[in-house]
């Protein structure tokens, strides 16, 4: 029998999941309470940027086996319910604001068929699981929940759904891991990782995850605030410890830090779920990792300052960057519009240029000025900042736009940038974590 899956919540995750498991051959029915959103992927077309993802979804749509909708009543036929809707701060705190989950579990319980399997993948507090279970089984008996985390990287969704490095499944019995390696069978047969949980690990797999990446990119940043203090190079210090295997060289790109709407709410999520649990001293030591990542975007600020005035009201500042990282709209905790927004409040004159956040990031803050074009941003600047490492702008000759801005100064937030061919074309170069 091929079983047909819903996917309940069409954002980020949902439509991505929804694309990938229609071209491994299922029928699947996404649900969103959205019209806007659901109108716009049923014609066939993203409500955000994806590379890649466009033409999938295109491509699934014609063949049939893909629809969207409103109506939670679609998925009454469906075997296996992915939940993937957002879990963002709550507003008075740093706990996970969980509204979403548990109202788009209540919404299709009535619908759920004898056998059928409801799978989380939402990003959710240790317990989640194990308390919607148990109320699923008060509410609908004749289904069951499971939990599978989501680990995409955005700019490689397609790539992550389809050749996932692994494959968690929180289960809490043998039929709910077979209905999912059934489900995930094409990946599977790939070659992937299978790692079975029960339902606290498989929630826990996800939040360690994050916070172990997140402690690695505050580790450099506060490894460059030294190098600067001491006159050293975090360029090269990384990658002389890069080399030893049981550090690796990813993710120690020094810079303005971590943003986008996952790694900063679930690191805070993850802190506020362990006080809860009485394990908060365990987890004290993310409180700093938060800390140094909000410090980075500060540094930032005061070398302009240092590079200009600590009266910033007279110099027009160009920013390339709005999204928190390239390939993606994204500006959710984007740490490059966080900069530019300060800036912009300390007097200063800011142009933002990006490939594709400047609409969603004009949608958040309508009063700072926005440029469809590089030369646009940056003509008359007295400094330029790059804080998003969008190819593009490592393309940039630094010698054609030395005629466009006013002064010859830019400040690489990204450690991206070649140093020595700015620097022979006449700038003033300034990286963080880099004193020469």
């Not at 957002?86 to 548990?102: I, W």
Request: glycine share 8%; hydrophobic share 45%; net charge negative.
């Amino acid at each position: 029998m091929t079983l047909t899956l819903s996917v309940v919540g069409c954002g980020y995750l949902g439509a991505t999941h929804a694309a990938c498991m229609s071209s491994l051959g299922f029928t699947v029915i996404g649900v969103d309470t959205d019209p806007e959103k659901v109108a716009l992927l049923q014609s066939g077309k993203l409500p955000f940027y994806e590379p890649g993802l466009d033409t999938l979804l295109e491509q699934e749509m014609k063949t049939g086996r893909l629809s969207f909708t409103t109506d939670f009543s679609a998925v009454k036929d469906a075997d296996v319910h992915f939940v993937c809707v957002g879990t963002p701060q709550s507003k008075d705190g740093l706990a996970a604001d969980l509204t979403y989950v548990k109202s788009a579990v209540a919404a299709i319980a009535p619908h759920l068929k004898d056998g059928s399997l409801v799978v989380g993948k939402s990003t959710v507090p240790v317990g989640t699981a194990q308390a919607l279970r148990a109320e699923l089984s008060k509410i609908a008996p004749q289904a069951d929940l499971a939990w599978n985390p989501e680990f995409l990287r955005e700019g490689f969704a397609v790539e992550d759904t389809l050749t996932p490095n692994r494959l968690v499944v929180g289960v809490a019995n043998d039929r709910a891991e077979e209905i999912l390696k059934e489900v995930y069978e094409p990946v599977i047969a790939l070659g992937t990782p299978w790692i079975r949980a029960d339902l606290p690990t498989s929630e826990l797999v996800k939040v360690a995850a994050n916070s172990f990446l997140a402690t690695k990119i505050s580790f450099i940043n506060a490894m460059a605030e030294v190098c600067e203090a001491a006159g050293g190079d975090v360029t090269v210090l990384a990658k002389a410890i890069g080399y030893d295997p049981r550090i690796g060289s990813r993710f120690l790109q020094a810079g303005i830090g971590f943003g986008g709407g996952c790694l900063p709410k679930d690191i805070r999520a993850f802190m506020a779920r362990a006080e809860e649990l009485g394990a908060k001293q365990a987890l004290e030591f993310l409180r700093e990792i938060d800390a140094i990542n909000l410090r980075a975007r500060q540094r930032v600020i005061d070398v302009v300052r240092g590079e200009l005035s600590q009266d910033l009201t007279k110099y027009k500042i160009a920013v390339l960057g709005a999204t928190f990282k390239p390939d993606s709209d994204d500006v959710r905790d984007s740490p490059a519009l966080d900069i530019a927004v300060q800036l912009h409040a300390a007097g200063a004159k800011v142009v933002i240029h990006d490939p594709q956040g400047i609409e969603p990031a004009r949608k958040r803050f309508p009063n700072l000025d926005y440029a469809p074009v590089v030369n646009d941003a940056i003509k008359d600047a007295d400094l330029i900042l790059h804080l998003t490492e969008w190819k593009e702008y490592r393309q940039i000759d630094p010698a054609a736009i030395s005629s466009i801005v006013k002064s010859k100064i830019i400040i690489d937030g990204r450690n991206m940038l070649d140093r020595t061919l700015w620097r022979n074309a006449g700038w003033k170069f300034h990286a963080l974590g880099r004193t020469d």
